[in-house]
């Protein structure tokens, strides 16, 4: 009976153990790096750009240019479905222009709306998925780590 008892422990564990570890939403696990002339491109937004019917995926790089990219909402999970996809990448920020004004509102405390002075800080062909030049197949069960090669600052 004790034998009976903990094996049916032992197969309800490894159901849940098993159930836990399968992604509901079919993603796969997508990592990279993005550089622009051959240095780390930090807080640049990659994304996956699907093929019909599937939800676009995408990741924030890091100081090191590394990115993981999440599909949707945290709940759809880290990671892209499988398939094919073109790439865009964009990193955005202020003009030196909106720099120096917002530096002179917080010497004086006052508000800055940066909106006017926002800019790309890469070519801007590398943010449209159609002009990037990159595209990705992701596939399931394998590593799926992709490498972005920016040119032209």
Known sequence: MKH???CVCLSATLLC????STNPH???MVTGIV???GEPLDQATVVFHPPEGNQSASGRTDAQGKF???TGSSEAGTGAQPGHYQISITKRGL???GERLEAEAMRIG?????ANYVISKIPSMYGNPATSGFEATVEKGQKNHFEFKLEGR
């Open 35 to 37: 550089t622009l002339d």
């Open 95 to 97: 003009s030196p222009e």
């Open 17 to 20: 153990v098993v159930g836990c």
């Open 110 to 114: 006052r508000e800055f709306n940066s």
């Open 4 to 6: 009976f008892a903990f």
């Open 68 to 70: 993981t990219i999440t």
């Open 26 to 28: 079919g993603v796969t």
